[in-house]
């Protein structure tokens, strides 16, 4: 059996969910979900998920911390590695009107160097990567130097396509949505200390 860790890009799927599918698939078992994606002779040894803490609506980030909490809970090998939103000001080129919106920063970055720190330690034979951002490609190339023998996949959130990422790697397939449908968490997870989470009803 040969050593898979997955590295999820939390936001860059959470957008194609939303574009292709709404909001039904939001309640993702992400261990269940990487594991249905090896070949019979892959094992999943870890699931690295990248993110960060909302900074929209309290009620959002409600939904996200039950989220989380369902995810630990569930699942015995993800890691939930958070990175930030950067405020920034935005300009209507129409009416010249601005407010405040929030930029989520670190992401790529923080996944491209777990990518190069894993192929370093040799932590896997096959790197899974679930995003469809270009910006990992250098990340990639140096996994090729540093680990010649691993192979790097991409998994393509539904609506995302990189043509960069995908002639980057060694194979690359989007996401089918029977993958997903497999892959809810239950509606209720009890968590290790008896607390219990629910999917938020808007997740359905």
């Known amino acids: 059996m040969t050593d898979v860790v997955a590295y999820v890009d939390g936001f860059n799927l959470y957008n194609g969910l939303r574009k292709k599918h709404g909001r039904r698939y939001l309640w993702l078992d992400l261990e269940a979900l990487c594991a249905s994606l090896l070949l019979s002779d892959q094992r999943l040894s870890a699931v690295r998920y990248f993110t960060a803490t909302v900074r929209r609506k309290p009620a959002s980030l409600r939904r996200q911390q039950a989220y989380w909490y369902a995810l630990e809970a569930q699942c015995r090998r993800i890691t939930i590695e958070l990175g930030r939103f950067q ?19 670190e992401t790529d970055v923080a996944i491209a160097v777990g990518l190069v ?18 910006d990992l490609c250098p990340a ?14 991409a998994a393509f959130p539904p609506a995302r396509r990189s043509d960069e990422l995908r002639n980057a790697v060694d194979a690359s397939f989007t996401i089918a ?6 892959a809810l968490l239950p509606d209720k997870v009890v968590g290790p200390g008896g607390k219990v989470v629910a999917r938020p009803g808007r997740w359905r």
């Open 140 to 153: 990639v190339r140096a996994v090729q130097r540093i680990h010649p023998s691993a192979k790097v996949v």
């Open 177 to 182: 949505e029977r993958k997903l449908q497999r």
């Open 117 to 134: 720190e894993d192929a370093a330690s040799r932590r896997f034979d096959t790197a899974l990567v679930v995003s469809a951002d270009g």
């Open 87 to 105: 405020q920034k000001s935005v300009t209507c080129r129409s009416c010249r009107n601005t407010w405040l919106s929030y930029e989520e920063k």
